[in-house]
Structures are given as structure tokens and as C-alpha cells.
């Protein structure tokens, strides 16, 4: 089965970048979506992006103005640029990929420290 791997995460100050990479063992289904969730302790997993194969996206209030997630033209390969990060953006970030399956990442930690 399709396996997702992300990469990026890693600890930055307030103020500070991370690009975050999905990355999927093979090609993605004709029609698909993929979403970048977020997980804070033991709080509820949140959607804070999502983009489709036609390039439609969509963020959270939370991070919209902030990330942008794009793909690669030629790879089943996913990025989320966060910019002006903050300590609230904390968590573990999980991409998960719609499509003929519903697949789910192992999930990279990304820290802001204040």
C-alpha cells in the first residue's frame, strides 16, 4: 500500500520558518486531496490545510496568511511553508492523502519556542 513519510519539523524560535514535505511512495490516484493536520498534547487533531490535485486550497483560520501548502508538478510529493511561526503552532503535524485509499503519515514534531 501507499506509504506517506514526512520530513521538516524540528524546533525554531517564535518568528521563525519551517517547510514541512509529504512525501508518498507512489503515485497518487486520479482525483485526491491532501491534508496537513495538527495535534497539540492531548488536544483534538486539527485540519489546518489541504490542497487538491487541481491545486485548490484551503487553510484554517488559524494559520491562513501564514502557510501555504503547495505540490510538486511531477511527484506525489507535498510541502507546507510556515512563515512567522508561533509558539500555538506547537504540535506533531500528520499528512494524510485522499484519494483511492485514505492514507495517514507517522507525523513530524515542529516546536516553536517563544
Known amino acids: 500500500q501507499v506509504q506517506l513519510v514526512e520530513s521538516g519539523g524540528g524546533l525554531v524560535q517564535a518568528g521563525g520558518s519551517l517547510r514541512l514535505s509529504c512525501e508518498a511512495s507512489?503515485?497518487?490516484?486520479?482525483?485526491?486531496?491532501v491534508q496537513w493536520y495538527r495535534q497539540r498534547d492531548e488536544k483534538e487533531r486539527e485540519l489546518v490545510a489541504d490542497?487538491?490535485?487541481?491545486?485548490?486550497?484551503k487553510y484554517s483560520d488559524a494559520v491562513r496568511g501564514r502557510f501555504t501548502i503547495t505540490q510538486d508538478s511531477a511527484k506525489p510529493l507535498v510541502f507546507l511553508q510556515m512563515n512567522n511561526l508561533m509558539p500555538e503552532d506547537t504540535g506533531v503535524y500528520s499528512c494524510?492523502?485522499?484519494?483511492?485509499?485514505?492514507?495517514w503519515g507517522q507525523g513530524t514534531q515542529v516546536t516553536v519556542s517563544s
Open positions: 494524510r492523502w485522499i484519494g483511492d485509499s485514505d492514507v
Open positions: 490542497i487538491s490535485k487541481w491545486n485548490i486550497t
Open positions: 507512489e503515485s497518487p490516484s486520479e482525483f485526491y486531496v
